[in-house]
């Protein structure tokens, strides 16, 4: 069902895929958008070890839950920052592509878990998390995205 890569060489192993999963904040969320055309936003995101989900957080209506209702197949793409090996110019970029299906989450102490662990990948500020969740939390749709596919490469920009 799933392509395997072309390049196998510059393959990552599922556990450097996982690595970069978790410690990046950032990725672009594709998702098949109004007639047909690919939509694809930046989103920050919180991937689970425990149950190998990757969560998110929308708004509770607009364009990214419409299309997900009429099609819950997605591609989310991650990668690092990349680094230049001594004496090159060429950036090595680690990317991860996750394919799978995209569900709205409904349980409120899972949101509740989702939204903590989203601000606290960028902060510790307990004032500020304990705030966010009394205020923002109950205008926000979590989402749980069941990865079907991943697969993860090491790019030279050379």
């Known amino acids: 069902m799933f392509r395997k890569m072309r390049r196998f060489k510059q393959q990552l192993s599922e556990e450097e895929c996982r690595k970069i999963l978790r410690e990046q904040k950032r990725g672009v969320l594709s998702l098949l958008g109004d007639d047909g ?66 569900k709205l989450v409904t349980d409120e102490a899972k949101a509740r878990e989702i939204g903590t662990a989203l601000v606290k990948k960028f902060t510790d500020d307990e004032a500020y998390l304990e705030k966010e969740l009394k205020y923002a939390l109950p205008r926000v749709q979590c ?16």
């Open 37 to 102: 055309y690919p939509y694809g936003i930046p989103m920050n995101h919180w991937f689970s070890e425990t149950d190998g989900v990757i969560y998110f957080h929308s708004a509770k209506a607009g364009h990214k839950l419409d299309a997900i209702k009429a099609c819950d197949k997605v591609s989310f793409c991650v990668h690092d920052e990349g680094y230049r090996n001594p004496g090159e110019w060429a950036l090595n970029i680690k990317s991860v592509v996750v394919f799978g299906r995209m």
């Open 143 to 158: 989402l749980a995205l069941v990865p079907e596919h991943m697969t993860g490469k090491l790019v030279n920009e050379s």
